[in-house]
């Protein structure tokens, strides 16, 4: 049985990423910043490391998602956490979607990569029901 997050997992969305430390933080940062009343992110790691990316806070400084960026040590990915589970370079068997952000060989700057996620969010998020599930 899936541990319990306090979270009603029908508005949540849970972004997944190698190490739980980078990518999956980037995009939950931007889904809290801009999803509509009642929705929320987590994280999880398919392989977690112990502490967030040191990567992480200067790639979202200055932007609107950085004061969403959740610092604390990084965690393992669960299924039925939540409604929609999104991984980002990485192989997780029970994601609902993976997002690649770059095609093979190909080296994107946290910049780049950054934007890379937040356009994915958005995306997202106007595909969002405006009410749960019943």
Known sequence: MPESTGKQPERTIQFVCQHGAFRCRIAAAYFDALAPD???ATTGGVTPQEEVSDRLAPTLEGTQAE???DMSAPRA???GVASRTISIDAELPFADDAWQTAADGESLTDEQLREQIRL???RLIAGLPD???V
Request: glycine content about 14%; aromatic content about 14%; hydrophobic content about 35%.
């Open 38 to 40: 009642g929705w929320s």
């Open 67 to 69: 004061p969403y960026v």
């Open 77 to 79: 990915a669960r299924e």
């Open 120 to 122: 994915g969010v958005e």
């Open 131 to 133: 009410e749960p599930a």
